[in-house]
C-alpha cells in the first residue's frame, strides 16, 4: 500500500474509533442509571474491559505470533500513555477534575500491581503460571471495584425512576456491541497502519511497540475519556483509566504470557515499569491532597510523558 493509502486507512480508523467511543459510552452511562452503580467502578469495569480490547487482542496476537516482546512493550507501554498523555493533556486542557476517594486508592493498587509485574519479571520473562497469577488478580481487582460500589445503589436506583423499557434495553445493546466493535476493529487498522509508517520512517521495534502501537491501542481510552469529559462525566473517564492499567498489567500480560512466554527486558523493568509505578503514585497523590486533579498536576504528568517518550526514540 502507498504511504498516501496508509494514511487515508489511519484516518478512517481513527474515525470509527472516536464514533464506537460515542456510542459505547452512551451505553455504558444507561447502565449507570439502570443499575445505580457509580461512574468510576463502571468506568474500572465494563468501560475498562471494553477500551482494554484492542490491547488484549495485538498482545495475544503478538505472543501467539512469536512476538512476545510487543506484548509486553504494548501493555507497559498503554500504561504510560493512559496517565501520562491522556490524564495529563486532558487534565491540561479542561481544567481541574474532582477525582472521589476510590480514585487515589485505585491508583495506588494499580502503582502495586507494576511492582509485582517487576517482581515476576525478574527473571527476565513473565511465563505461564506468571500469566494465570495475573489474570486471576485482574478478576479479583474487577469484583472489588464492582463491591465497592454497592453501598447506596438500591438508593440511587429508586431515585431514577422506572427502568427503560425493553425497546431503550435492546436499542443501548446494539449502542455497546457496535460501539465496542468500531473501538477493537478501528484500533487494529491504527495498529497495523501506524506500525508500517514507523517501520518506513526508521523506528525501532521495541519503540513501536512501546510508543505508537501503544498509543494506538490507548485510543479508546482517549476517546472514551474525550466523550466522557464532553458529556460531564469526568468520573467515568477517570475510573476507565485506573481500570484499564489494570487490566493491562493483569488481562493484558496475563493472556500474552498464558500463550506463550513473554520477555521483559531489563530496560523494561528498569525504565519503563518505573515510569508507569511514578505516573500512577503521583496521580494519587495528587488526587489525595487536592480532591482531583488540576492544571499545575496535569501540566507535571503531561511533561514527564513528554520526556520519557524523547528518552526512549532518541
Known sequence: MSEYGLYLVFLIAVTAVVKGADW???SAL?????????EVAIGATLVALATTLPETAVSAYASWSGHPELAAGNAIG??????GLILGLGVLVSGFVHAPRGFSWGA???????ALVGALSRDG?????DGLMLLALGCVAMWLAVRGSGEGAAARRGATGQADDDGTAARHLVKFVFGTLLIAI???FLVSTGSELAIRLGLSETAVGLTLIALGTSLPELATAITAGVKGHAQLALGNLVGANALNLTLVLGVAGVLRPVPVAATVRGFDLPIVALLMGLAALFAAARRGVGRAEGGTLFAL????????VG
Not at 78 to 83: A, D, K, Q
Open 78 to 83: 498503554s500504561c504510560t500513555v493512559n496517565f
Open 305 to 312: 510523558y513528554v520526556i520519557y517518550v524523547f528518552l526512549l
Open 125 to 129: 520473562s513473565l511465563g505461564r503460571s
Open 108 to 114: 495506588l493498587g494499580v502503582t502495586g500491581l507494576v
Open 24 to 26: 459505547f459510552v452512551e
Open 30 to 38: 444507561w447502565v449507570v442509571r439502570r443499575t445505580g452503580i457509580s
Open 186 to 188: 478501528g484500533s487494529r
